[in-house]
C-alpha cells in the first residue's frame, strides 16, 4: 500500500510514479478530505483541490480505480472534534460528485475518526477542546467494535523493527508488551506467538471503537 500525497505526483523529481505504481500494482491509498473545492483549499492550502483532482485524473488514465488490480481508496477525515459521517452514504457522495463533475473514478472511501493523539490532540488542547472530544469518544463507544479493531490482527513494526500493537501507539511511544521479552522485535517473531496477547490500551483507543468504529481499513461497521 502507498498512503499517497495525491499532489506529490506533480512534483519533478516524481514524474512517472504514477506508471511505476501501476507497473506494481500497488493499492493507494490517498487523503481527500472533501469533495467541495472551496473546503479543501480551506483546510489544506490553496490550489491543493486543483492538484489533487489532476492527481487522480492521471492515476485514473494509468487504470487505477478502474483495474481491479490497481485499487485506489480515498481517505475522509472529520476537520474538527465529531465523529465521521456514515461510511457508505459519504462514499456514496463522493462517488457521484467526483465522476459527475470530474469525471473520476475510485474505488472505496474510507471514513476514518481522528484519534485525539500527536497534532490533532495539540490541536485540541489549544482550543479548549480536548476532553470534550475524549467524552465524546467514550460515549459513542460500541462494544461490538471490539471485535474487529486492527489492533487485534496486525501489527506495527518501527523503521528499527521494533514492535507495536497498531501506529498510534507507535506514535506515542507504547511498544508491544509480551512476556519475558523487554522490547518485542520482529526477528522475535520467529520464536514468539501473538496468540492471545495483551493489547496495550489508553484513552486513545476509544478513537477506533466510537460509532462505527475506525481501522486502516476504514469503517468497522456499516451504521
Ligand atoms: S488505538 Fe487502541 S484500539 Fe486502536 S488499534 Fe491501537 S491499540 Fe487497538
Redesign the pocket.
Known sequence: IDRCNLTILHEPDQAGLDGFLAENQVEIVASLPCYLEENVNRQRGKGVFDGSIRALRQLNDVGYGTDPKLQLNLVYNPQGPVLPPPQAALEADYRRILLDQYGIRFNRLLALAN?PIQRFGSTLLSHGKFDGYVALLKSSHQDDNLEQ???RSLVSVDWQGYLY??D??QMLGLGLQARDIERPHLSDLRTLSLEGNG????D??Y???AGQGS?CGGALRDD
Not at 493489547?199 to 489508553?202: A, D, Y
Open positions: 484519534l479493531v486492527m489492533c500493537d497498531c498510534f501507539n493489547i496495550v490500551v489508553g486513545h483507543c478513537g477506533c471503537t481501522s
